[in-house]
Structures are given as structure tokens and as C-alpha cells.
């Protein structure tokens, strides 16, 4: 209330206030992050990200880029690791072939692992662990963006269509990936970044965060080395893929955090309609963008 003397006579005018609910909604609009700060129905999180991965399979498909010139690079990347010594695509790939069946495994585990452990992983998450959902899905969605980037400006090979000596150990199995209608949504210039590798990282740095239990943690630690070796066994990436999926989960683990840190303190807090954010995420998300932070989420 404002009071204020005129003469003898006292005016009071009342203060015209904005209703709260729709100062948050005009706080809402103003700030970029605020529906990635959140997490939504399970409907609305599970339609968000089957788009967007239909659009970056499709994108894949439809950005291939010339063969000389990726065929080119993955020569390039061999030649590189060469002169660093760290080219042991071809002796890792014979140590497996040594082991009978071990190779028909790892195929298996090429093209099924990368969809049904992140799946399966997001639905947990979702879950059990509501302030750490927004920052988890955040990552996946940056370090898909990144990675597309890359692969446009970088179309590269992998090691078993390079002519490199590395035998091509998935599609002379029962799904061949360079024919069909999987090679017309499959983009065999994609190399580089490794997110089978990438995707891997982030789950399982999570997972080191947010389990309890000491197997699972392990679990979680072992996850990216398996899908390592996977990746470099089957003829599908050399270790310079792998390790640049690893430096984009990083960089979308920061950018992940910095969306948390820069959303408004109203919305970490439960929101009564299927949303969830919590002052735990911003702690996720240093410990994805930090391997080494000790602390844990303890939901």
C-alpha cells in the first residue's frame, strides 16, 4: 500500500502487484534453459528423445560424405597412431578372433548394447533419481548436437573399410550394415566421435555417481572399457574415435551443468505435475563433467 498527504487528506492507493503465477511464467519464457532444467512425464522425456535420435539417424544417413575423403582420413587417424605407437587396432581384433565365438559377442554387443544399456539406463534414472534425470538427458542431447557436427565436418571411415588390414567382423554376420535398409539410415563415414564410446562415458560416469551399491558402481566403471574394446575389436573405431566421443561427453557434461546452474532457484523444486529439479543435479553434474570428484549422490 502507498500513503501519501494531501492537505489534511490521507490518499491511499494500492500497488498494483503481478500475480506470482504469472511472474513465473514470464520468468519461464525469458530463460532459454528452463524446459531443459526440468524433467517432465514420462510421455513427454520419452517422445523428446526418440525424435531426436530418429533425427540423428536419419541425419547420419542422409549427411554421408564422400568416400575418397573419409577413406582418406581413416588412413590419417592410422597414420597418426602409428607414429605415437598406440596402433593396436589389429592386434586387439586378432587377440578376439583367438577366442572362438568371442567376435560373434562383441557383434552382438556393437549393435545392441548402445541402444538398450542407454534406454534402460534413462528409465532408471528417471525413477529413482528425479534431480539427477534433467542433467543425464541434457548430456545425451549435447553430446548428440556435438557429435553430428563432427561428422559433417569430419567424415571418417571406419578402421574396417580402410584397407588397413582390420576385417570387418559385424556385417558378415546376420545384419550387414552395408546393405539394405539399415545402410540407408546407417552413415558408414560416422567415425568420428565414437558415441557408442561417448554415450558409454556418460552412463557410466553416472552410474559411478548415482549407485549405491559397490557391484554396480563397478559396473558402471567397467561399462565404457567394455564398449571400448567392443568397438576396437569388431573394426569399427580406432582408439582416436573413442577418445574424441570421450572429450565430446565432456563437454556436453559442462554444458549440461551450466544449463542447471543458469536456471532460475524457483524451478528446483518440485513441480506437482510430473517435473522434477533438485539442488542434487548441479552436484551430478560436476561429478560428469569432474571423473575424478569423490562425492555421491546418495538419493
Known amino acids: 500500500m502507498e500513503i501519501s498527504n494531501q492537505g489534511r487528506r490521507r490518499v491511499v492507493r494500492p500497488v498494483t502487484q503481478v500475480p506470482e503465477e504469472t511472474s513465473h511464467l514470464h520468468e519461464e519464457s525469458r530463460t532459454g534453459g528452463a524446459w531443459l532444467s526440468r524433467r517432465h512425464s514420462m510421455r513427454a522425456e520419452a517422445l523428446t528423445i526418440v525424435v531426436i535420435?530418429?533425427?540423428?539417424?536419419?541425419?547420419?544417413?542422409?549427411?554421408?560424405?564422400?568416400?575418397?575423403?573419409?577413406?582418406?582420413?581413416?588412413?590419417?587417424?592410422?597414420?597418426?597412431?602409428?607414429?605415437?605407437?598406440?596402433?593396436?587396432?589389429?592386434?586387439?581384433?586378432?587377440?578376439?578372433?583367438?577366442?572362438?565365438?568371442?567376435?560373434?559377442?562383441?557383434?552382438v554387443a556393437y549393435l545392441a548394447l548402445h541402444l538398450t544399456v542407454t534406454g534402460g539406463y534413462l528409465i532408471w534414472v528417471y525413477r529413482g533419481r528425479l534431480s539427477a534425470f534433467p542433467v543425464l538427458r541434457n548430456t545425451l542431447l549435447l553430446a548428440t548436437a556435438i557429435a553430428m557436427i563432427g561428422y559433417i565436418a569430419f567424415p571418417t571411415a571406419p578402421p574396417r573399410l580402410a584397407g588397413i588390414g582390420i576385417v570387418d567382423t559385424v556385417s558378415n554376420g546376420h545384419v550387414d550394415l552395408n546393405t539394405g535398409l539399415v545402410h540407408s539410415l546407417y552413415n558408414p563415414f560416422a567415425a568420428i566421435p565414437s558415441m557408442h564410446f561417448g554415450y558409454a562415458l556418460i552412463i557410466g560416469s553416472s552410474a559411478v555417481v548415482l549407485c549405491r551399491h559397490r557391484t554396480t558402481r563397478f559396473l558402471g566403471a567397467a561399462y565404457p572399457v567394455f564398449i571400448l574394446f567392443v568397438i576396437v575389436a569388431t573394426g569399427n573405431h580406432f582408439l582416436f574415435d573413442a577418445l574424441a566421443g570421450g572429450l565430446v561427453a565432456i563437454?556436453?557434461?559442462?554444458?549440461?551443468?551450466?544449463?542447471?546452474?543458469t536456471a532460475p532457484e524457483k524451478r528446483r523444486c518440485s513441480t506437482g505435475d510430473g517435473g522434477e529439479r533438485g539442488p542434487n543435479a548441479s552436484r551430478v553434474a560436476d561429478n560428469l563433467a569432474n571423473p575424478h570428484a569423490h562425492h555421491r549422490d546418495e538419493l
Open 53 to 107: 535420435y530418429l533425427v540423428y539417424e536419419v541425419s547420419r544417413g542422409l549427411t554421408v560424405g564422400d568416400a575418397h575423403v573419409a577413406l582418406h582420413h581413416a588412413r590419417e587417424v592410422a597414420h597418426l597412431e602409428q607414429s605415437l605407437n598406440v596402433f593396436v587396432e589389429r592386434e586387439v581384433q586378432g587377440a578376439a578372433q583367438a577366442i572362438p565365438g568371442l567376435l560373434g559377442v562383441l557383434g
Open 251 to 261: 563437454a556436453a557434461a559442462f554444458g549440461a551443468r551450466w544449463i542447471t546452474r
